[in-house]
């Protein structure tokens, strides 16, 4: 990891990392104060989770790194599969079927945006 570049990591977000990744792809290499704008107008619980992240670190960079936060260009958002938790729901004649509940990890990396 650079000197100029600032993370963010989610753990054990209660969401299908499928259902995050979604959202993540359209951030990449955006601004990050236009990404957080833009993150606020989806109306998905996904956006909500990312934007969570993204505003931590953006708070990391301005008060670990003394960055600007108007400088900061969102490098890369991964999102990774966490554990998932076995569950049963009952059905008819006693019997039960077994379903996921998936968790993410979601990891954010701001750059400094390059001086040309």
Same mark, same amino acid.
């Given at each position: 990891?650079?000197?100029?570049?600032?993370? #963010?990591?989610?753990? @054990?977000?209660?969401?299908?990392?499928? %259902?995050?990744?979604?959202?993540?792809?359209?951030? !990449?290499?955006?601004?990050?104060?236009?990404?957080?704008?833009?993150?606020? $107008?989806?109306?998905?619980?996904? $956006?909500?989770?990312?934007?969570? =992240?993204?505003?931590?670190?953006?708070?990391? #960079?301005?008060?670990?790194?003394?960055?600007?936060?108007?400088?900061? +260009?969102?490098?890369?958002?991964?999102?990774? !599969?966490?554990?998932?938790?076995?569950?049963?729901?009952? +059905?008819?004649?006693?019997?039960?079927?077994? @379903? =996921? %509940?998936?968790?993410?990890?979601?990891?954010?990396?701001?750059? !400094?945006?390059?001086?040309?």
């Amino acid at each position: 990891m650079n000197k100029n570049e600032v993370h #963010a990591l989610s753990k @054990y977000v209660r969401m299908s990392p499928l %259902k995050v990744r979604q959202v993540t792809r359209t951030i !990449q290499g955006m601004e990050a104060v236009q990404a957080l704008d833009l993150l606020g $107008a989806i109306p998905r619980k996904s $956006a909500r989770l990312i934007a969570q =992240t993204l505003k931590s670190a953006i708070a990391n #960079a301005e008060n670990n790194h003394n960055l600007s936060s108007n400088d900061l +260009v969102v490098k890369s958002a991964v999102v990774n !599969q966490g554990p998932t938790f076995g569950r049963f729901r009952p +059905v008819g004649r006693g019997a039960a079927h077994p @379903y =996921t %509940k998936k968790t993410s990890h979601i990891h954010i990396i701001l750059s !400094q945006k390059s001086k040309r």
